[in-house]
């Protein structure tokens, strides 16, 4: 019995490497205020990255983000732009611009509206 579950649970266990998730989007939703960097009165930031593999896979991949945030007393502005490209041989795989605008008013130190 104890050779039976042994070999039943080695022969389930490559099935649990199977289920994660594979090629997952990012989530397009407005970060909190909270979570932003916090600039005195405005403030802008840009990120980019890439990838280019060339050989047994061809696989080009970019993305970027732009963010700008306003502070005019209790008043926030923040402004938020990505972009993803992916392209895998001739394919395109992935060519997704996105943005939002969000305002907060920051009603308590710690309450926004």
Do not use: C
């Amino acid at each position: 019995m104890k050779h039976l579950l042994l070999a039943l649970g080695l022969a389930l266990l490559p099935l649990s490497a199977t289920a994660a998730p594979v090629g997952t989007t990012p989530d397009t939703r407005p970060a909190a205020p909270q979570q932003r960097k916090q600039w005195q009165t405005q403030g802008i930031s840009a990120q980019f990255s890439g990838t280019y593999l060339s050989g047994n896979v061809n696989l080009i991949t970019a993305s970027g983000t732009l963010s700008y945030n306003l502070n005019l007393d209790q008043h926030q502005f923040f402004v938020d732009f990505g972009q993803l490209y992916t392209l895998a041989g001739s394919n395109l795989i992935a060519n997704r611009l996105n943005g939002s605008l969000l305002y907060a008013y920051n009603l308590l130190e710690n309450f926004n509206l």
